[in-house]
T-cell receptor, first 115, second 111 residues
Framework: DGGITQSPKYLFRKEGQNVTLSCEQNLNHDAMYWYRQDPGQGLRLIYY???????QKGDIAEGYSVSREKKESFPLTVTSAQKNPTAFYLC??????????????FGEGSRLTVL | AQSVTQLDSQVPVFEEAPVELRCNYSSSVSVYLFWYVQYPNQGLQLLLK??????LVKGINGFEAEFNKSQTSFHLRKPSVHISDTAEYFC?????????FGSGTRLQVQP
């Protein structure tokens, strides 16, 4: 079945460690996105990529890094520079950049807890 | 700048009662609006979208929303809710780079 796969679903890390969240899609979508979700704050855009080998900062990019070496993959690294990394992270994709179509397709999310 | 405001963080309602979840937006460009639903510990699913045309939009699971340009609103409604509608609902607006989301409304359906 086509869709977006995020892994791991749950992740625990010690403070100061970098951690990488995986996001893979087999929908053949051009654009991919990472959002962070905190209670009462909705979803905030971390990074997005409209095409392979290109990505742009979102509203809260500090302390995060991404790569887009393949169309189907868009991993997110939460670095030790991120001051408050505990959150629910959502990856999404769209056939084209959302300015054209709007609809996003979401993965099931990864919950990161920093101890 | 574009923004989305969801006026209610939580809406409790009894089963089979009607419900309205409120959403207001601010945008200086063409308006494309969405409602998404999120069940616990899952991703978001699209309920409905307004791109153009009829201002009354029907979605999945019996939900509908009305686009009101003069009031800059896009409220979500359902005439009779079910326990299974308990979830968090997000209003979203197409922005310059990606979707801009509201803070969410938690719908709690009680028996």
């Amino acid at each position: 079945d086509g869709g977006i796969t995020q892994s791991p679903k749950y992740l625990f890390r010690k403070e100061g460690q970098n951690v990488t969240l995986s996001c893979e899609q087999n929908l053949n979508h051009d654009a991919m996105y990472w959002y962070r979700q905190d209670p009462g704050q909705g979803l905030r855009l971390i990074y997005y990529s409209q095409i392979v080998n290109d990505f742009q900062k979102g509203d809260i990019a500090e302390g995060y890094s991404v790569s887009r070496e393949k169309k189907e993959s868009f991993p997110l690294t939460v670095t030790s520079a991120q001051k408050n990394p505990t959150a629910f992270y959502l990856c999404a994709s769209s056939p084209r950049p959302t300015a054209n179509t709007g609809e996003l397709f979401f993965g099931e999310g990864s919950r990161l807890t920093v101890l | 700048a574009q923004s989305v405001t969801q006026l209610d963080s939580q809406v409790p309602v009894f089963e089979e009662a009607p419900v309205e979840l409120r959403c207001n937006y601010s945008s200086s460009v063409s308006v494309y609006l969405f409602w998404y639903v999120q069940y616990p510990n899952q991703g978001l699913q699209l309920l409905l979208k307004y791109l153009s045309g009829s201002t009354l939009v029907k979605g999945i699971n019996g939900f509908e929303a009305e686009f009101n340009k003069s009031q800059t609103s896009f409220h979500l409604r359902k005439p009779s809710v079910h326990i299974s509608d308990t979830a968090e609902y997000f209003c979203a607006l197409v922005g310059r780079r990606a979707l801009t989301f509201g803070s969410g409304t938690r719908l709690q359906v009680q028996p």
